[in-house]
């Protein structure tokens, strides 16, 4: 299934680029055509959100009232969210669509050749490697990558224009420590996710408060707390291993979820009004 949006990204991603000839432009207009597909799930998350966050006093009253009555638990719970019109479960679709993406743009950025301009296997696989034999280097995991370094001048086929501002997108960091230049998207992406998380986490706090709601000691508050510090670590440690085109995808797409939950809360809430 992967490999299934990993291609059909690579369609539009190469669509976008054969108009802009540059990689990294072609990225970030991907990445915005991304977000606004994903626009009508988002809206609807943030709806699921609001919801769920007036419903809590409510479930803790039901929880209260029959902790001692597990079955009368169960219904009470049950016949709650249908008669709020939510489900449980509803904030599983988009943690779903988000895992897919996340494993669908890597497989993209790291083989461009397979997913984006579709470079016959066969000339993918000489020129693996010729580049094995070349360098003595049997163990390079992104074998396409060095295609495109190694190749690229003397083969159209696979050449692709990775430069952006002076920023080779191709680069992986943890394969070029002594360049400077590779640290300026994770380290960019780092502090987007920072603003992202506390945005998020404040939202949570401020709807908890507009119901009513003690935020001290709130579990969920202290792990969104937590979350807010673990992710972009955990992050930061994939982009410095991967090319810096996804490090790019997951900046623009932290710059474009920060105005958009900025936006949707603003609209919601008047729409709420």
Do not use: H
Request: aromatic residues 10%; proline residues 4%; hydrophobic residues 45%.
């Amino acid at each position: 299934m992967i490999s299934f949006f990993a291609n059909l990204f690579g369609y539009v991603l190469n669509f976008l680029y054969q108009f802009i000839q540059n990689y990294g432009i072609a990225i970030i207009l991907f990445s915005i055509v991304l977000k606004v597909v994903m626009l009508p799930i988002s809206i609807k998350q943030q709806k699921t959100m609001k919801k769920s966050a007036k419903i809590q006093g409510k479930l803790r009253e039901i929880q209260d009232k029959y902790k001692n009555n597990p079955e009368k638990l169960n219904q009470e719970t049950i016949d709650l969210y249908k008669r709020e019109k939510m489900s449980p479960f509803s904030g599983c679709l988009s943690g779903i669509v988000q895992i897919v993406l996340l494993f669908a743009v890597f497989y993209l950025v790291r083989s461009p050749l397979t997913y984006m301009v579709k470079v016959d296997t066969a000339v993918i696989e000489q020129y693996t490697n010729e580049i094995k034999q070349e360098e003595e280097n049997k163990n390079n995991p992104y074998p396409e990558i060095a295609i495109i370094k190694e190749k690229g001048q003397i083969d159209e086929r696979v050449n692709i224009n990775m430069d952006l501002l002076g920023l080779d997108l191709s680069s992986v960091p943890s394969q070029n420590l002594s360049d400077w230049k590779v640290y300026i998207i994770p380290v960019l992406y780092v502090l987007t996710s920072f603003v992202s998380m506390r945005i998020t986490t404040g939202m949570q706090a401020k709807r908890k408060e507009e119901n009513g709601e003690s935020n001290e000691m709130d579990a969920v508050m202290q792990a969104n707390k937590s979350m807010s510090y673990i992710m972009p670590i955990m992050s930061v440690s994939i982009a410095i291993i991967a090319p810096l085109g996804l490090a790019l995808y997951w900046l623009v797409n932290n710059v474009l979820m920060i105005l958009e939950r900025l936006i949707l809360n603003k609209f919601l809430k008047e729409e709420e009004e």
